[in-house]
């Protein structure tokens, strides 16, 4: 898991379901000691409130705060922060001037209590990665995402030669089955994107892929689609499996979410 750290990555998270045609991601992965609990949900309720000025400021579309399972110290990371944004200009931006959105959220802290609370943030938590992403691909479907979502988000490593060949069987073999199972309303979604930032051979993986449902219920009886697979659906499925290793998942849930 300490791998991680050099990732090339940057989820999930909840910015699938917002009706963009262009989505990019900056996902935060968070190392928070048992002890930190309580001060981890307190700075991020304060920081909650710049993000809703920088969603009206248009800088990004959406933020989410998720809880990972299986969560243990000794397990990787315990939580991760998604920022939405619908351009890359804007994701690989400077954030404005954020001093402006600060103020606007807590128009009555001083600057000192302000700095304070920057301070605090870097006591709560260890900020232990931070991944760029766009999104490749998704499966179609009006659904509305709530706090209690659940999502399993799956590290994926493909070589940096293979990508055009995991895309295709991500979006030509297995789609359709996840498109399938949103349409009988056994999943909510299912997205792919790909690492813009870290990159290269020697990061943790290149891509993950993201299936979330509505409650816990059917995120544990989740089920592929029914029938048997012909001879040719079947060597579709094994050469797909070839063109990836999967190196980890994790169960999400969103906690928190701003819109």
Do not use: C
Not at 36 to 44: H, I, L, N, P, S
Not at 122 to 130: F, G, M, S
């Amino acid at each position: 898991m300490k791998k991680l750290i050099i990732i090339a990555f940057a989820v999930l998270l909840a910015m699938p379901l917002i009706a963009q045609e262009n989505l990019y991601v900056v996902m935060e992965l968070m190392k928070v000691d048992n002890e930190q609990e309580m001060d981890y949900w307190e700075t991020e309720q304060f920081w909650k409130k710049i993000h809703q000025e920088r969603l009206k400021a248009g800088e990004i579309i959406g933020w989410d705060l998720w809880q990972l399972l299986p969560g243990g110290e000794d397990q990787g990371y315990q939580y991760a922060t998604v920022n939405l944004y619908n351009s890359a200009e804007k994701m690989f931006g400077d954030g404005g001037d954020f001093m402006k959105h600060v103020k606007a959220a807590y128009p009555d802290m001083s600057e000192d209590d302000v700095y304070k609370k920057f301070n605090a943030t870097a006591k709560a938590r260890d900020l232990a990665v931070r991944i760029f992403m766009e999104r490749i691909d998704q499966t179609e479907g009006d659904v509305s995402m709530d706090v209690g979502t659940i999502a399993y988000i799956d590290f994926m490593k493909v070589d940096m030669g293979g990508y055009s060949a995991y895309e295709k069987a991500e979006t030509e073999v297995f789609k359709p089955w996840h498109q399938e199972m949103v349409n009988d309303g056994s999943k909510g979604y299912w997205g792919l994107f790909r690492f813009m930032v870290p990159y290269g051979s020697d990061t943790y993986a290149s891509h993950i892929t993201v299936n979330m449902f509505e409650n816990l219920q059917k995120a544990l009886n989740q089920e592929g689609p029914g029938g048997d697979l012909t001879d040719a659906q079947q060597k579709a499925v094994e050469d797909g499996l070839k063109t990836r290793d999967m190196k980890f998942t994790y169960m999400a849930r969103l906690i928190d979410i701003v819109r």
